[in-house]
């Protein structure tokens, strides 16, 4: 190391150079003085002296100066409109190659690529709008997509080449069931909607007279396997079925033994057509038959002069339209010919009147729960339910009726025969298979019975 005394020059370039001019120092001019010395601009101690570099300084780093003066504009290799017509060929390619998609896109939905599908039933509701129509096709994959659908039935001028449709459409169909496929073109599906829909399957059912609420049940569900027991009787048992003919009493009458349903001779038997939306209802045609048997008893009351017979007013009777359906239930069920309904019904009144047990067979059957035909045993017509007529301490009319009276029953009941007879018995009278002897005795009653034997009729 060196003992030199440090010099504050050192390092300097101006200091060996006393005359060099002061770049900081003013400007006097030609000629002037200076009177005082120029301040002297302070400097960091540099990291370098004489060549030598303080290990204690980080050296400066190395930094190359370009004046931007320097840089030469080239020129571009191609002009503007050139520019532009690369830019318009490649949007046009574009535009083709998308246009393309767009294309096979729309005319799959219209005509849309493999086989038709499976069969299904197709259901248009009444005052069904086409926009709900289109959507349940879609919901039911006839068609893929509903507004595409109602673009090409419309088909006006803006989408007529994209979707190929026509513009003499016809779009107003009629409500009700249509037998179409899923993945139908939408002409297809228009061409079958305007052929029309198909014949509701209505189905035909004939309640025979004679039968009770219980086999009325078992002969509907034999027609119609859609039809449910449970049903039906939830339908009764709720009083859901409205009948003028439901006494006031059904209460107390509901208490006797043997008693079944209130319903019991109010069903109307005849042949009934049945809707195919209604072959889900049991509600529905019950009370068809219901109805039905309000009118035919109207019919047949107005036939015998809009009032009931005279008989029925006799004191002690008192008798209603409902104790009318009851009489044409017994009649129904003890006749085998026509010619013979108004005369049982006279051996009714007259018993009634007497105030005699009515001693009908069927009645007794129904008490005990047998068919007609069945034998009864001393033990049945030891019954004291109200409905067992051979008991003779039942008198008067059962609580309810027995079975479902056809017309000519109703208006026996309401037209009675004359006459005083107290008995009938199954003879084949006159010949006449099925016919009864009538009698106003007893000796003439036995004498009819012993031929009811020899026939093996009882």
Not at 78 to 96: K, N
Not at 123 to 129: D, K, Q, V, W, Y
Request: aromatic share 8%.
């Amino acid at each position: 190391m060196s003992n030199t005394p440090h010099d504050p020059n050192l390092g300097n370039p101006n200091a060996s150079n006393p005359a060099a001019p002061n770049p900081s120092a003013p400007n006097l001019g030609a000629g002037s003085v200076a009177t005082e010395a120029a301040p002297v601009e302070q400097h960091a101690p540099s990291q370098y002296v004489q060549g030598y570099q303080r290990p204690d300084v980080a050296p400066e780093p190395h930094i190359e100066y370009i004046d931007p003066r320097d840089y030469v504009r080239l020129p571009r290799r191609s002009g503007p409109f050139r520019r532009l017509a690369i830019v318009a060929v490649l949007l046009g390619f574009a535009g083709f190659y998308v246009a393309g998609i767009v294309d096979d896109w729309a005319a799959d939905q219209v005509v849309p690529s493999g086989p038709v599908g499976s069969e299904i039933e197709f259901l248009i509701s009444e005052g069904e709008g086409t926009n709900t129509t289109a959507q349940n096709l879609a919901g039911a994959n006839v068609i893929s997509n509903p507004t595409i659908f109602r673009y090409w039935l419309r088909c006006s001028s803006a989408v007529k080449r994209l979707l190929e449709c026509e513009e003499t459409q016809e779009v107003s169909w009629q409500a009700g069931k249509y037998l179409l496929n899923t993945n139908m073109s939408f002409q297809d599906v228009v061409d079958e909607l305007n052929l029309g829909s198909i014949p509701p399957q209505n189905f035909s059912v004939t309640i025979p007279e004679g039968l009770t609420v219980d086999q009325i049940i078992d002969r509907l569900i034999a027609e119609n396997s859609k039809y449910a027991s449970e049903d039906f009787r939830s339908e009764l048992n709720n009083l859901q079925v409205e009948s003028r003919f439901l006494p006031e009493d059904l209460d107390a009458r509901a208490l006797a033994a043997g008693y079944r349903t209130p319903y019991e001779g109010l069903l109307f038997p005849s042949t009934y057509e049945v809707a195919e939306d209604a072959a889900l209802s049991e509600l529905s045609i019950l009370r068809n038959m219901a109805r039905t048997m309000e009118g035919q008893f109207d019919i047949a009351k107005n036939e015998a002069g809009g009032t009931l017979p005279p008989v029925a007013g006799t004191e002690g009777l008192n008798l209603t339209d409902y104790d009318m359906i009851v009489i044409a239930s017994l009649i129904e069920e003890e006749a085998k010919i026509d010619a013979d309904r108004p005369k049982i019904a006279r051996v009714i009144y007259n018993r009634l009147v007497r105030g005699e047990a009515l001693g009908i067979d069927a009645s007794t059957r129904y008490a005990v729960d047998k068919r007609p035909g069945d034998p009864l045993l001393e033990s049945d017509l030891a019954s004291d339910s109200p409905y067992n007529t051979r008991n003779l301490n039942s008198v008067g009319l059962p609580p309810t009726p027995i079975a479902a009276p056809g017309l000519a029953s109703l208006r026996a009941a309401l037209a009675p025969a004359e006459g005083d007879w107290f008995f009938y018995v199954l003879t084949d009278e006159g010949g006449v298979a099925g016919a009864h002897t009538f009698a106003t005795t007893n000796a003439e009653f036995q004498a009819a019975k012993e031929i009811c034997r020899e026939l093996g009729y009882c």
